[in-house]
T-cell receptor
């Protein structure tokens, strides 16, 4: 079973601060996705990373896939209250069922005005 | 306009009852999923269907039975509900072969099931 560990589990910061969320595994993933979930809604895709070492930017969000494709990070610059939500990473295994996306347990981010 | 819709949004029922949750997607996707999100927000896959064929069946009690009458629908029937079944159930879909198999999951807004 491929497991994804996310840290920290909870994060409460002030508007304008920077933060990094981590997603780690002992398994290799062929790709990794980050989702954000807001209360009462389903998760929504932010980004997909496929290549080891890949860096993608989405406005103030920077996503990185580890060289060995076992870990990923999400960095938010100058966080805003609108960034509040549950951030989930999800990996697609390099073996076994390619239909299956395994989710981490999430990081609940609160950005206070 | 809703891409993935689930009904009902809330479901409160007593132990021992049987209930169903319905899911429909209008995105033309070929693969649909059921996920369970517990009180700690952990999202765990339960089932997946591709073109109406069951392809993922995780370790889920056989009280849970998915049914896919066509590619656009995936329903979840639960027999003999237990307290531990209380959770938010999410339906999701994607077109498996898009983007080299890395297509995103499109989620519904969930069904909050409370068993009393």
């Amino acid at each position: 079973t491929q497991l994804l560990e996310q840290s920290p589990q909870f994060l409460s910061i002030q508007e304008g601060e920077n933060l990094t969320v981590y997603c780690n595994s002992s398994s290799v993933f062929s790709s990794l996705q980050w989702y954000r979930q807001e209360p009462g809604e389903g998760p929504v895709l932010l980004v997909t990373v496929v290549t080891g070492g890949e860096v993608k930017k989405l406005k103030r969000l920077t996503f990185q896939f580890g060289d060995a494709r076992k870990d990923s990070s999400l960095h938010i610059t100058a966080a805003q209250p609108g960034d509040t939500g549950l951030y989930l990473c999800a990996g697609k295994g390099s073996g076994g069922s390619n239909y299956k996306l395994t989710f981490g347990k999430g990081t609940l981010l609160t950005v206070n005005p | 306009d809703t891409a993935v819709s689930q009904t009902p949004k809330y479901l409160v029922t007593q132990m021992g009852n049987d209930k169903s949750i319905k899911c429909e997607q209008n995105l033309g996707h070929d693969t649909m999923y059921w996920y369970k999100q517990d009180s700690k927000k952990f999202l765990k896959i339960m089932f997946s269907y591709n073109n109406k064929e069951l392809i993922i069946n995780e370790t889920v009690p056989n009280r849970f039975s998915p049914k896919s009458p066509d590619k656009a629908h995936l329903n979840l029937h639960i027999n003999s509900l237990e307290l531990g079944d209380s959770a938010v159930y999410f339906c999701a879909s994607r077109h498996y072969l898009d983007r080299g198999g890395n297509s995103p999951l499109h989620f519904g807004n969930g069904t909050r099931l409370t068993v009393t």
